[in-house]
Nanobody, 116 residues
Framework: QVSLVESGGGLVQPGGSLRLSCAASGFTFRIYPMNWYRQAPGKEREFVAGIGSDGRSTNYADSVKGRFTISRDNANNTVYLQMNSLKPEETAVYYC?????????WGQGTQVTVSS
């Protein structure tokens, strides 16, 4: 079955950096675009970044452009999100996502807390 497992979250000071990872299994990872979303307390889940199947095309929410970088390793079925210059308002649970023919799948999420 499809599995997405996020890791790398934690507590970071404003202006700091974190690198999130999402290990995927149960589907042919290399042929599907992958995405990162986040959900802050009391808010709806929002798109953060996406990457094409071959890693050549990426897109970002306006709020993270220039600070976040999405990448993928198709040999190891993993997608990453490098987050720099983090802001307190980016405190959220970050989720990995894939849309397959059978539906959309989500990981369990990883908590990112930006606070001094």
């Amino acid at each position: 079955q499809v599995s997405l497992v996020e890791s790398g979250g934690g507590l970071v000071q404003p202006g700091g950096s974190l690198r999130l990872s999402c290990a995927a299994s149960g589907f042919t990872f290399r042929i599907y675009p992958m995405n990162w979303y986040r959900q802050a307390p009391g808010k709806e889940r929002e798109f953060v970044a996406g990457i094409g199947s071959d890693g050549r095309s990426t897109n970002y929410a306006d709020s993270v452009k220039g600070r976040f970088t999405i990448s993928r390793d198709n040999a190891n079925n993993t997608v990453y999100l490098q987050m720099n210059s983090l802001k307190p308002e980016e405190t959220a649970v970050y989720y990995c996502n894939v849309r397959l023919i059978s539906g959309r799948y989500w990981g369990q999420g990883t908590q990112v807390t930006v606070s001094s």
